[in-house]
């Protein structure tokens, strides 16, 4: 069994699943790593359905609003039509029918789809996120592993820098203690005898200090 089945799947029973092509946090997700072929797939075969569903809806509205129109031509041309026996009228109105059975037709095809594409695109969002999941699961745990090894580096180079400051110091007071004696020894001469300046110079700022 893998993840997917033992611990994705499971994890997604009974929660409404945002459409992610349609989510700004989803999107980031993969802006700064090289998208999946598999999800730049699912990707576009989902927008595609939305496309197909937003589709549907607006031609929906549009017929209706067409057959609403026709219905009320009828209305108003059937008193004319069927009374005063005008021929014109007549035509119009049955030109109208049929105009409303096509009407009909095409709602009850955009009704269908209506129906079915809500189910696909649900089906491939399920998919969609099955595969984010595993995305973002490889992701933390190539991203923990680089972690850990930038953290161990860190706490090596932090032990090697105090370790190399520790012993900085002892050379300094050794390099110190050397140039004291020195200094008592030959005087201001033990800075040419050494060519040390930097260390005289502290001994010599020291001596100052000492004598106010």
Known sequence: MSRTDDIYKPAL??????????DNKWHQL?????????????EEELNELLKRQGKAVTETKEIKKLKKKL??????????????????????NDENKRLINDCNE???????????????????????ML???????????????EIDEISRWVT?????????L?????MEMASQELYSYMHDIFGA????????????????????????
Not at 166 to 170: A, G, H, I, Y
């Open 30 to 42: 993969f802006t700064q790593a090289q998208t999946d072929k598999r999800i730049k797939r699912l």
């Open 106 to 128: 095409m709602l009850d095809n955009y009704k269908d789809e209506l129906i079915e594409v809500p189910k696909e695109i649900e089906k491939v969002n399920y998919k969609l």
């Open 166 to 170: 520790v012993r900085k110091q002892e």
């Open 156 to 164: 090596e180079i932090r032990i090697e820098l105090k370790e190399k």
């Open 71 to 92: 219905m009320n031509e009828i209305m108003d041309n059937a008193v004319e039509a069927s009374v005063e026996n005008n021929h014109k009228a007549q035509r119009k």
């Open 13 to 22: 029973e009974g929660k409404k699943i945002p459409v992610l092509t349609l």
């Open 189 to 212: 001469d033990v800075i040419n005898i050494f060519d040390m300046k930097y260390q005289v110079k502290e001994i010599k700022d020291d001596g100052n200090k000492n004598d106010v």
């Open 131 to 145: 595969l984010t999941m595993e995305s973002c699961y490889d992701r933390l745990k190539k991203n923990k592993k």
